[in-house]
């Protein structure tokens, strides 16, 4: 009787796990799309959450409200998107999608509002490289509005790319440090 009730629990385990590991309906994208981030965070009612994305092509922002009601708020004019200054956004209780289209003008701004309603917001972003759109192998640029030729960034990581990344690290590590000071002085 013992073994077959810790035969039982064991089974059990294992299905939760399967379950946990393997993705769920509602996690399934197509093929076609690579994830490249996943970006999870907390926004309080009326504030924003801003991000950068630097990457090249067509890029699909799929965010869930995990907690809440987030917004998103997309721009490659500011890098502060909000309800007055965007290009695009979705503003829906539950699941936001945008698609940047790969003409955007790179680094596009992404503004996540957190929406009155709620004190506060608990949201998942799923960054989505699309792979479907061809690439023309002979095209080495595109031109602006105003007809002149600009060069397109590569996808790989460039030196000014680190150094943004790396100025990033010791903004927020400074800013640590003097909240770590300020509450021992």
């Known amino acids: ?19 946990f590991l393997s993705p ?9 799309w690579v994830l490249l981030h996943v970006v999870q ?17 067509r890029i699909i922002l799929h965010m869930q ?15 502060h998107p909000s309800f007055d200054t965007y290009k695009l956004q979705s503003a829906t209780c539950g699941q936001d999608v945008v698609v940047v289209p790969g003409d955007f003008t790179r680094p596009v701004g992404i503004g996540i509002y957190g929406h009155p309603s709620h004190q ?4 998942e972003m799923r960054v989505f490289y699309d792979q479907t759109v061809s690439q023309d192998p002979f095209d080495k640029g595109s031109y ?19 150094q943004e990344e790396e100025s990033i690290f010791w903004t ?10 300020e509450i021992l002085f």
């Open 1 to 19: 009787m013992k073994l077959s009730c810790s035969a039982l629990v064991v089974a059990l385990l294992l299905s939760q796990a399967r379950s």
């Open 120 to 123: 506060e917001s608990e949201f």
């Open 65 to 79: 409200s995990l907690k809440g009601d987030a917004d998103l708020y997309v721009s490659d004019k500011t890098l």
């Open 144 to 162: 602006n509005s105003e007809g002149v030729h600009k060069e397109k960034k590569s996808p790989h990581a460039t030196e000014d790319d680190f």
């Open 172 to 181: 927020i590590l400074i800013g640590l440090l003097k909240i770590i000071l």
């Open 41 to 57: 965070g907390h926004i309080g009612a009326g504030n924003y959450s801003y991000l950068r994305l630097n990457h090249d092509g």
């Open 24 to 32: 769920s309906e509602d996690d399934s994208f197509p093929e076609e």
